[in-house]
């Protein structure tokens, strides 16, 4: 067993050594795989900036600690900083008054909370955990008795990337899509030997990955949400469940093993991170650090795959869970191709529990943490993809086909085949200011901002590809090796995307890059303008003429996150004395009123992770504001905002060096004595209202 490290001397961000064992196998220790010499966006954006004038700086927090915040169990208490925002700032009603539609609420103050505090005057409910039953037959959770049949029917590990789609005909039921990401098997299973796990462990670890879909209902009078077990529509994708491979890659030599030599039949998913849906009511799902299940890749002889497995970071030896004792598809010295049937986008239709999942190869092959759609102004549907590690890249499918309205059969049938032929493309930054403007500090350029152009490369379409030296086929399977040769644009970690309902304006949250500018490292750029960058950036993204099938972009720098007292940090221009802290960005939304919303990954502050709201237009734009934050060790993820309810999906609790069945790091959700369990968590106004109104 590996020694632990400790928490934040040594790791990223504010993450735990545990989460980045079992998340994404130790992925910032290990060698950057991207070794090309293209621009990193952080250079780009050094040579970029706007019109607006220079920011003021401010104290640490205002209004948000100004109210404190009260939990369901406590209120955590306010630093001394925050205590004395709080005097200047005034009362909460005063702060409501001054926020956003939307964002009326009182902020909470960052905090170390064991447990999900909420903005004051909320309340909240667990709507699931790991381990609920949903399908028929389902037991219920017993953490001493787990099966991997049992689990199959259960809600799965890890909660991430959520969906919501209305019932037809049931008025008061919604349909809830969650993907899980992955699994803790230390935290899982008690006397846990990581050294020797049993088969059915890993066959728990199995069934435990994939995606539930689960009826809701919600009691309109409270806002409670609760799951409605047992409902025909109920349905667990995992590890095992077969999927179809669709899209031009589909039947590829690179994706045959000796279980399916066709090409177009994969086991199982892995690793799902972001999602969308799609305008046609399917609902996507990323698979992302996939290479942490596979051993051996030191044994692979052919050039080609072996490339590729490096360029996707694959580690030589035993993977951490050991998978490949149990099934040879695990083992890339017995079947190295398996290895390329991940990394994939896959659809899911969540109103047919009896329909074949697929793998969309049209889309390409990376760590897929997104895909986001939106229609170009002729109809075709576009999506927009990050590739979720340092220095990888900003990807974009444009469909060759428009999409037809209705729900016909004829209009299923079509629509189905959108995501299957297409343009897929990668971002190439430019900023817009002297590189020597750029300093690495985060301080603003002459003009104020952090702004610059772009262009969208294409890679291949349909069997057509477009980087020499690659077939299409080779395109699709090893993309990132034809973003290198492209001359694509090294970005800080691109997580999820999300364009705005309202402006179309497209958000990238870029979690962070702790390598950039370190010797033999990209430099800064006028996208990623700070050395060491541990708290992160959100990117806009403007389509020309705000037509996502566009090959021309511009982009500027909305927030460069982290404590508002750093003279680096930026606020849309808002003034930094009127905001909340917020550090390594990850999944983020939108609201009615315009608003995004923002979920944290390994906040480097020292504080819990958490979900803020911020303004993306108008006289408040750029005022971030704290709803809520989550428990010891834990992750905001998946976040949906409706109008009287917000849902998070609190990942991996307890996630701490040294947590174990035996020491608990956390005691959420059911108190001491339970064993932790990931869960998604709702919470509404206690009068009613609506959020933020």
Known sequence: MRNLLPLISSHPGGRSALTCRYRCGDACFHETPNTSDNAYVGDVIAAAASRRSLLRAGAVMTVAAATGAVAIERAPQASAASADAAATAGSAAAAKDKAARGLRFSPVAPNTEDTVVVAEGHDQNVVLRWGDPILRGAPAFDPAKQS????????????DYMAVLDVPGERDHQLLVVNHEYTDEVLMFAGYDPENPTREQAEIGWAAHGLSVVVTAEERRLGQLTAVSRHHLNRRITATTPFEVTGPAAGSELLRTSADRSGKRILGTLNNCGGGITPWGTVLSGEE???????NPDKVTDPTVKAGLKRYGFEDGASERKWERFDDRFDLAKEPNEAHRFGWVIEVDPFDPDSTPRKLTALGRFKHEAAEPRLTTDGRPVLYMGDDEKFDYFYKFVSAKRMMKGNSRTAREHNRT???????????????????????TGKLPKDGEFDGAGEWIPLACGDRSFVEGMTAEEVYVFTRLAADKAGATKMDRPEDVEPSPRTGRVYIALTNNTDRGKEGKAAVDEANPRNANKHGQILELTERWNNPGSTRFNWRLFLVCGDPEDPSTYFGGFPKDQVSPISCPDNITFDAHGNLWISTDGNALGNHDGLFGVATAGSRRGQVRQFLTVPNGAETCGPIVQERRVLVAVQHPGELDGASVEKPASTWPDGPGKLTRPSVVSVWRRDGGDIGA
């Open 148 to 159: 991997a049949k049992a689990q199959a029917g259960q809600f799965g590990y890890n909660n």
């Open 289 to 295: 650090n996939f290479n942490q299940y596979f051993a």
């Open 418 to 440: 959108l995501l299957d032929e297409g343009t897929l493309y990668v971002a190439k930054f430019t900023g817009d200011s002297p590189s020597a403007e750029i300093d690495g």
